[in-house]
């Protein structure tokens, strides 16, 4: 059974690493780094101060980082610790609970000291200030550039945790005026996270609840840029099964920013359109859309762009234009847009999304009806999705282990990439 180890793995990640990168840092060649990572080795007595100094750890944490060793599994479970429940009850079965030390996962998004202690507490202060509010807001901002780099699955609990913190201090402690704004803002800025970051975790039965809550509050507080956040990601939410509904979202997103949108937001919208006239068949909507949004799109970046549009880079609009194409029923286009892709320079802190490119890849080619390069894709990228907290590009590499297992060749690539996830998957 393949070992890896995770922690280990997420903080190199977190901090902008490369194998290659922190390597030359170390003075070590790559595969140093990864008989580290797969646990095969420890790092030596010499390097491991400077290891510490690169990942911003003690030596201490360095030795947590290094003892946890777990099984490499499509989908490595959070940390055992401090129980705390995030499931909800939508009418069935509630959704799994998740158990996570709060304190040693806001240590590894690099908030440690008074910082971590304030959010991690679970005493109740009489009253708070705006200084508690904003350290809870900042946050967001951590956990937007961790999940770009390593996905969502243990990110979720974190943020539902001080989301759970942020709430009761709302509704038990005194504070006034100001602070209760810049709380409904946090909150619905935090929602408005935790809905995307239960999509990546694929624990979808709680998305639209926070997603909807962050709308609520924005509208409390009269802050259009939180409802628009939520209503761009119910669009992403609702395009698979309900792309009807996921076109509503997004043209109630146009709405509320009209008159002041950005043009990379502007971009944004008119994409999430795309993806849901694309589910539609509706070609000639579709490319009406679509080329509003290249337009909108080739007017560059601009100084009130929100924070969460980082990602909406000329990579990701390639990759949600050869997305929309996939759905459209039209893989060739796909396929060649994604090549196109995967063939460019890697962006760092955008490893989770360029994994999924290779994934889509995978998929588009498959879909084009050859099966033995669409394993050799799949095959390649499968350590990385291993190593990936993103159970959403997880099951699409499932997708993919699926399509091939129902084609009649067997080549040896066809047969190498299913005996390896599906070993991989059984843990």
Known sequence: MALKRIRFVQRRKALGFTQESLAETLGVD????????????QPLPWV???????????????????????????????????TVATGVDEGGDPTDRRTFTISAALTALGIVGPARDALAATEIPRSIG?????????????????????????????AIGVHQRLSTLASQSSYGREVAEALQTALADLANQIGWLTIDAERRAESR??????????????????EVRAFACLALFTREKAPKESLQCAEAAQRVSAG?????????????????????????????????????????????D???????????????QASSYLALGRPDRATSIFQDIVSAPSTPGHERNEIYDRVLLA???????????????????????????????????????TGLGRERTRSPKVRAFLQEYDQVAAG
């Open 260 to 304: 002041w949108a950005t043009p990379r937001l502007r971009a944004l919208l008119h994409l999430r359109a795309v993806q849901a006239y694309a589910r539609q068949r509706d070609e000639v909507a579709f490319g009406r859309e679509l080329s509003k949004a290249l337009t909108q799109f080739d007017r560059g970046i601009h100084d009130d």
């Open 130 to 158: 705006l200084e508690q509010v904003r350290l809870a807001a900042s946050l967001v901002e951590r956990l937007r550039t961790a999940d770009a780099v390593f996905g969502a699955n243990q990110l979720c609990d974190v």
């Open 48 to 82: 491991r101060k400077p290891l510490a100094a690169a990942l911003d750890v003690s030596l201490a944490e360095l030795d947590e980082l290094i003892s946890e060793i777990v099984p490499a599994t499509l989908d490595n479970a959070p940390p055992a610790g401090v």
């Open 306 to 320: 929100l924070p969460f549009l980082g990602f909406v880079t000329e990579r990701e609009l390639g990759c949600l």
């Open 363 to 401: 998929e588009a080619t498959w879909r084009q009806g050859n099966a033995v390069e669409a394993a050799e894709i799949a095959h390649a990228a499968l350590p990385d999705v291993v190593g990936l907290q993103s159970r959403r590009i997880a099951a699409r590499l499932g997708q993919v282990r």
């Open 209 to 226: 609840r926070y997603l909807h809550e962050a709308i609520s509050r924005a509208r409390v507080v009269d802050d259009p840029r939180q």
């Open 30 to 41: 790559r595969t140093t780094i990864v008989r580290w990572e797969r646990g095969d080795s």
